[in-house]
């Protein structure tokens, strides 16, 4: 299916410089690492935003990305983007009322394509966990370069941990002065005991206004205009 998404939000400079570093980061990974789970402690976070936007970096590279919405409790994406027409979702899919094809959708985006998550269903967990998701992996596997997994907070609910499982490295998503670092190592040893293999983590909604951020950002932006104006 052809969709068009209706509510893009831009990047500003900054913003889109930082989900580059984080595509780099991620590629120096190793080629082995294609599917990537993002998930956060809480709700609110920001990694459903993370999610999308480095999906739509790494297609801005040339690699053939998919995006699959798995926060089959309280998505926000399909209500923040705006498709421009109904969909099926991942859980059409795995519930085995639409085939694989039927959930995949191009987009007016570049080399990114995405699945949806589909209505609410009340057994989100055994959904997630059934063998029909992780055969869906494998077979995606062979199409995209890069797959990227939006999941559920790990704090509230076990979802992320089932599909964390499944991909090859997760990032956790941290707002900046949200959440306690004893709650973060609880959600860290989590995923550790899951056998996830973690990649790193994203310190999300940081006030570059505040101290040491507001130096870096006076630096930063004076290093690019002296570089730069050579050319």
Same mark, same amino acid.
Do not use: W
């Given at each position: !299916?052809?969709?068009?998404?209706?509510?893009?939000?831009?990047?500003?400079?900054?913003?889109?410089?930082? /989900?580059?570093?984080? %595509?780099?980061?991620?590629?120096?990974?190793?080629?082995?690492?294609?599917?990537?789970?993002?998930?956060?402690?809480?709700?609110?976070?920001?990694?459903?935003?993370?999610?999308?936007? &480095? +999906?739509?970096?790494?297609?801005?590279?040339?690699?053939?990305?998919?995006? $699959?919405?798995?926060? &089959? %409790?309280?998505?926000?994406?399909?209500?923040?983007?705006? @498709?421009?027409? +109904?969909?099926?979702?991942?859980?059409?899919?795995?519930?085995?009322?639409? +085939?694989?094809?039927?959930?995949?959708?191009?987009?007016?985006?570049? #080399?990114?394509? !995405?699945?949806?998550?589909?209505?609410? @269903?009340?057994?989100?967990?055994?959904?997630?966990?059934?063998? /029909?998701?992780?055969? !869906?992996?494998?077979?995606?596997?062979?199409?995209?370069?890069?797959?990227?997994?939006?999941? @559920?907070? &790990?704090?509230?609910?076990?979802?992320?941990?089932?599909?964390? %499982?499944?991909?090859?490295?997760?990032?956790?998503? $941290?707002?900046?002065?949200?959440?306690? *670092?004893?709650?973060?190592? %609880?959600?860290?040893?989590?995923?550790?005991?899951?056998?996830?293999? $973690?990649?790193?983590?994203?310190?999300?909604?940081?006030?570059?206004?505040?101290?040491? /951020?507001?130096?870096?950002?006076?630096? *930063?932006?004076?290093? #690019?205009?002296? /570089?730069?104006?050579?050319?």
């Amino acid at each position: !299916m052809q969709i068009n998404l209706e509510s893009i939000h831009k990047l500003n400079f900054r913003s889109n410089e930082a /989900y580059k570093q984080i %595509r780099t980061n991620i590629q120096f990974c190793g080629s082995n690492v294609r599917i990537i789970c993002i998930t956060s402690s809480i709700p609110g976070e920001g990694k459903s935003s993370v999610s999308f936007n &480095l +999906a739509v970096s790494i297609a801005d590279s040339g690699k053939k990305v998919l995006f $699959i919405d798995a926060d &089959l %409790r309280k998505s926000v994406i399909i209500g923040r983007l705006k @498709p421009d027409q +109904a969909v099926s979702g991942l859980t059409h899919y795995l519930s085995g009322m639409s +085939a694989l094809r039927e959930i995949l959708c191009e987009t007016n985006i570049p #080399n990114l394509e !995405m699945a949806f998550t589909g209505p609410i @269903p009340p057994n989100p967990a055994e959904l997630l966990g059934n063998k /029909y998701f992780s055969e !869906m992996l494998e077979t995606l596997r062979k199409e995209y370069d890069y797959i990227i997994v939006d999941t @559920p907070p &790990l704090g509230s609910v076990i979802d992320s941990a089932i599909v964390a %499982r499944l991909c090859d490295g997760v990032v956790l998503v $941290i707002e900046s002065n949200a959440v306690s *670092y004893k709650f973060i190592q %609880r959600v860290k040893k989590q995923l550790e005991q899951g056998d996830c293999k $973690i990649l790193g983590a994203v310190l999300n909604k940081v006030d570059v206004k505040k101290g040491s /951020y507001q130096y870096y950002g006076k630096k *930063y932006k004076r290093y #690019n205009s002296e /570089y730069y104006a050579v050319y």
